[in-house]
């Protein structure tokens, strides 16, 4: 930690609140966890609903342990400054990733593979059919 923390305002962290971007409110201090989003075991979500308000329970609920919270150290960037921070916040939903296209193909192979030996079965039947002799 640097010996002279930059204060950040509430409303500055609150914009943070994107798996691109996520800084997160813990014990007075802020962090930036982007770097950390795709390795936290609980998932990034469980990361970006503690966005956009004081996540000090949140963390605390859980019980991390010591070394998780010595990992915190190095997304460490500065203090909040707590007369910024609102007593009640409502609940914001964080934003949801962007429709991705990719995840379509996976529908497509499964279909394909429900498809395809249908196909092949009433194919053979048809040539069964229509090559028996009456």
């Known amino acids: 930690m640097t010996s002279d923390p930059k204060v ?3 409303e500055e962290v609150a914009k943070h609140n994107k798996i691109k971007d996520c800084w ?14 795709d390795d936290h075991p609980g998932g990034d979500e469980v990361l970006l609903s503690a966005t956009g308000k004081d996540a000090t329970n949140d963390f605390e609920d859980v019980g991390h342990s010591d070394s998780s919270r010595e990992m915190m150290e190095k997304y460490y960037i500065g203090e909040i400054d707590t007369a910024t921070v609102p007593l009640k916040r409502s609940y914001v939903p964080p934003q949801q990733a962007a429709y991705n296209p990719d995840k379509n193909s996976d529908f497509s192979i499964k279909i ?18 229509y090559t028996k002799e009456k």
């Open 112 to 129: 394909l593979q429900f498809l395809v030996p249908l196909l092949i079965l009433g194919l053979a039947f048809g040539v069964r059919y």
């Open 8 to 10: 950040h305002v509430f």
């Open 24 to 37: 997160l409110i813990i014990h007075g201090k802020v962090y930036d966890v982007t770097q950390f989003m």
